[in-house]
């Protein structure tokens, strides 16, 4: 019996339509991931700071609350182009449905699906830890690899 691989870093989501898919994705490569990161840290620095700068005190154990008005202003200054980018760059090493995210695979499975979408792109980032924040660390209950 073959052991399974512990690179591969399952998730599940929901579409538009409440349909479950299986979602499988790596720790990228620090070659591969520190220029990502890098980049979105660069392309949604203002709206970070905005959500950082508004979140309270919290006691040991709460989560932070985040001042979402905070938010708002920021995101005119946005490149819809360089997040489109990002968004196909990160999941370029995820699988859906056991069909790799890329070409006419990635417009399939998001077509209509906006929503998934974000939230596929925000697990990736999150279990990489391609955003140094707290609420992106294994310790949070991410799947650990």
Sequence with gaps: MSEPNRDLLPFSLEDAKGNA??????????????????????????????????????????DASFDLNALGPTLVNLDPTLLSTLAESVLSNTMRDGKRL?????????????????????EVVRLNRLIPLPDTSLATGAATP
């Design 21 to 62: 898919h299986p979602y499988e994705t790596i720790l990228l490569p620090a070659r591969e991931g520190l220029p990502l990161s890098l980049s979105l840290m660069k392309a949604l620095g203002e709206p970070l700071l905005a959500l950082l700068d508004g979140a309270g005190d919290t006691a040991e154990g709460e």
């Design 102 to 122: 890329k070409g006419i695979e990635f417009d399939k499975a998001y077509r209509g699906n906006y929503m998934e979408l974000y939230k596929a792109v925000w």
